[in-house]
């Protein structure tokens, strides 16, 4: 079996009516990997990605940031754009920040991407974005009642 695929193999499904096609799928997987040697199989509920909504949502949020709140950037305050408030507030919820060396000196912040956010991690980002706005008195785009009740009373 010369051809055998080495490398893992993810099969998923997000309801019920597909589980039979997808263990079998993996039972076919399965059985020509055991042809060369062990196998090992894992079954574990996969962690939901964000929601188109969501990313909406965020984009809708870091633009109203953007035009809102200045910022200090190397001592001076200025305008950022959404990307840069982006990466401002996805280092803050993951209390993480990565520094490369720059080509030519200094240093760069590497960004964190959000398109590999749960639904989870990407609400913790937008409720935090709802609370640094009240902070900042941003008001917010989005029409009222389409924000999270606890904010309404904030906007």
Not at 7 to 34: I, M, N, Q
């Amino acid at each position: 079996m010369g051809d055998v695929i080495r490398k893992p193999r993810h099969f998923w499904t997000a309801g019920t009516s597909r589980v039979r096609d997808v263990c079998r799928l993996a039972y076919l997987f399965a059985t020509e990997l055991a042809a060369e040697g062990a196998v090992e199989i894992i079954v574990r509920p996969v962690k939901s990605r964000r929601t188109l909504e969501q990313n909406a949502k965020l984009w809708a949020m870091l633009a109203d940031i953007a035009r809102q709140v200045p910022w200090s950037v190397n001592g001076a305050i200025q305008q950022l754009d959404a990307e840069d408030w982006k990466h401002i507030m996805t280092a803050t919820v993951r209390q993480e920040v990565r520094m490369a060396a720059g080509i030519n000196g200094g240093f760069v912040l590497l960004g964190l991407s959000t398109k590999r956010m749960t639904v989870r991690e990407l609400g913790d980002l937008i409720e935090f974005m709802y609370s640094f706005g009240a902070d900042k008195g941003v008001v917010w785009s989005e029409p009222r009642g389409q924000m999270p009740e606890q904010w309404e009373a904030a906007a």
